[in-house]
């Protein structure tokens, strides 16, 4: 089993910065091997892919975000990153933390919201 547990998320307006966290209870091992990821949901729709990053450090965005949202890893703080930026009223969702070893694992979920 794993935990996620993420932060950072709130308010802010739009063109604004915001900056994602998530903690993954699990040996460093474990963590260092597995694809981290972001995901979000808006009201109404699917959860979607936002960004990814691979053991090796390969790194896959959505469309909507390329040049605006980078996602980074810090293997030795179990802990995966999203620096997002010039954000729009569309970045609005909920944002999921995700665990991909085989199997898939997910945080909680935080509260994205921007304002127009």
């Known amino acids: 089993q794993v935990q996620l547990v993420e932060s950072g998320g709130g308010l802010v307006q739009s063109g604004g910065s915001l900056s994602l966290s998530c903690a993954a209870s699990?040996?460093?091992?474990?963590?260092?091997?597995?694809?981290m990821g972001w995901y979000r949901q808006a009201p109404g729709k699917s959860r979607e892919l936002v960004a990814a990053?691979?053991?090796?450090?390969?790194?896959n965005y959505a469309d909507s975000v390329k040049g605006r949202f980078t996602i980074s890893r810090d293997n030795s703080k179990n802990t995966v990153y999203l620096q997002m930026r010039s954000l729009k009223p569309e970045d609005t969702a909920v944002y999921y933390c995700?665990?991909?070893?085989?199997?898939?694992?997910w945080g909680q979920g935080t509260q994205v919201t921007v304002s127009s």
């Open positions: 990053i691979t053991r090796e450090g390969s790194t």
């Open positions: 699990r040996s460093r091992l474990m963590f260092k091997i597995a694809t």
């Open positions: 995700n665990y991909k070893l085989n199997v898939d694992y």
